[in-house]
């Protein structure tokens, strides 16, 4: 769901086609009710070599048409492919329903490139059991929505048990602020035989990811919005306290290991083979650790983001196509809710995927953490019925998944991310690295990127 590389890829592509996005609509919108019928076209649908999460939707798709015979779905695969997203909205072949990252809704909206759908949301259900910073994510802050969220992630800190109850620290109490980390990152990497107690990205644009969800931890940004302008805001205390931190383990401690300059697959690497404490991460790196890296479930933890001031967020969500007939849309918003945002069939879903053997019991789909009050807590009740991974290692994650602070990447994400891993690199390799030079020379640097958003 938030591949870091799929992502990079998609915003690209995104900016590639940034002066296309005018001719966003078209052909596809056209009306082509037959025999009663509406016909509607969406995205989403998983590749052949995905074999059981295609049978799951193509099994969706025939349900829901049984059930709904005046709609029928045109399914297309893909989620937004970058290899093909530029040239469909140069052709007018945009989906009626189609699937976008939350980065993506902010530009969409602001180039009237999604249809609005305030005035049908009355008419779906459980739409005010979505948490409200998922839903904020779909709405131009004036009252109006363009979309909704059918899941999502946001950053926490993943950890491994056996390591901690080796280091004499007691698993079920992870750390809750960054002077823990370091604390019980020191204890870990006094295991020897190469163990590293914490480690984090420096390349790859990764590194500058991570030091944003740091930020965040911290209750502080990246970018704010000064009028009309967005401009850095990481040169601060707040920013100097990340680097700071990092320094101090790097050089002060070694709880970081020798080897630096780290991406996501050595870093996972590390943990899957045992030998790293903690890193950042969301809840979808525990079944690559294990299906990749030949991990175990029972050995990692996943906690809240250390330091209560907030995360990043990120997930995914469908928007209609702007030019779609109001019999579209209603159609959609019917397809949406039933497929992604239907209570009454998670106890359905779960059997299907505990039978299959898939991993059931984590924060991710197939039950995504987007709810609130009753109905999360119904889903956790079904998720612990039909888990199949140790639900109790990721409690703490889900104790503060619904209230705490999230906000999503900002804007031209890849340009600040890039500008901050030169920080990250900087204070990972060297001990006497310019703190006040680093941070200023990437201010500079995300200020001018940050001048062409508009």
């Not at 938030?2 to 001719?23: D, M």
């Not at 690559?288 to 479930?297: A, E, P, S």
């Not at 967020?313 to 007939?325: C, I």
Request: hydrophobic share 35%; proline share 6%; glycine share 10%.
């Amino acid at each position: 769901m938030n591949s870091f590389r799929a992502r990079t890829a998609v915003a690209i592509a995104l900016l590639a086609s940034a002066g296309l996005l005018a001719s966003a609509c078209g052909s596809s919108t056209q009306n082509t009710a037959q025999g009663g019928k509406v016909t509607i076209s969406v995205n989403g649908q998983p590749p052949q070599t995905q074999a059981f999460d295609r049978k799951v939707f193509d099994q969706d798709v025939a349900e829901f048409e049984a059930s709904h015979p005046d709609i029928h779905i045109e399914p297309h695969e893909g989620f937004m492919d970058p290899k093909t997203f530029s040239a469909k909205l140069a052709g007018g072949q945009l989906e009626d329903v189609f699937y976008v990252y939350f980065t993506d809704p902010a530009n969409l909206i602001a180039r009237h490139q999604a249809a609005d759908i305030t005035s049908y949301l009355k008419d779906v259900p459980h739409v005010g059991d979505l948490q409200q910073q998922l839903r904020d994510v779909f709405g131009d802050g004036k009252g109006h929505t363009y979309g909704l969220p059918t899941a999502n992630y946001s950053m926490g800190l993943l950890y491994n048990r056996t390591l901690f109850t080796r280091a004499g620290l007691n698993p079920d109490q992870p750390p809750r602020t960054w002077d823990d980390v370091r604390a019980d990152a020191k204890k870990i990497s006094a295991l020897g035989n190469g163990t590293v107690g914490y480690a984090d990205y420096s390349k790859s644009n990764q590194g500058g990811w991570h030091f944003t969800a740091w930020m965040y931890s911290e209750g502080g940004q990246v970018a704010r919005k000064d009028g009309d302008q967005w401009k850095a805001d990481f040169n601060n205390d707040k920013g100097r306290d990340v680097v700071s931190h990092l320094n101090q383990m790097r050089w002060a401690d070694n709880s970081m290991g020798d080897k630096q300059l780290l991406e996501l697959a050595d870093v996972q690497q590390l943990m899957g083979a045992g030998q790293l404490g903690m890193y950042i991460a969301a809840p979808d790196n525990v079944p690559t650790l294990v299906n990749q890296f030949k991990g175990n479930y029972t050995d990692y933890g996943l906690a809240s983001l250390p330091g209560g001031g907030g995360t990043l967020l990120g997930g995914e969500g469908y928007m209609l196509n702007p030019k779609a007939t109001p019999e579209k849309i209603k159609a959609g918003l019917t397809w949406l809710q039933w497929k992604y945002l239907n209570p009454d069939r998670i106890e359905k879903k779960l059997q299907l995927y505990q039978a299959d053997k898939q991993p059931v019991g984590l924060p991710v789909p197939p039950v995504a953490d987007i709810w609130t009050g009753p109905v999360r807590d119904q889903q956790e009740q079904l998720k612990a019925k039909y888990a199949t991974v140790p639900v109790a290692n990721y409690q703490p994650y889900m104790a503060t998944a619904a209230t705490l602070p999230g906000h999503i990447e900002p804007p031209n994400a890849q340009q600040v991310y890039a500008a901050l891993d030169n920080v990250m690199q900087a204070v990972l390799t060297t001990r006497d690295a310019n703190v006040d030079q680093l941070l200023g020379a990437a201010e500079t640097t995300v200020n001018a990127a940050l001048a062409q958003v508009r």
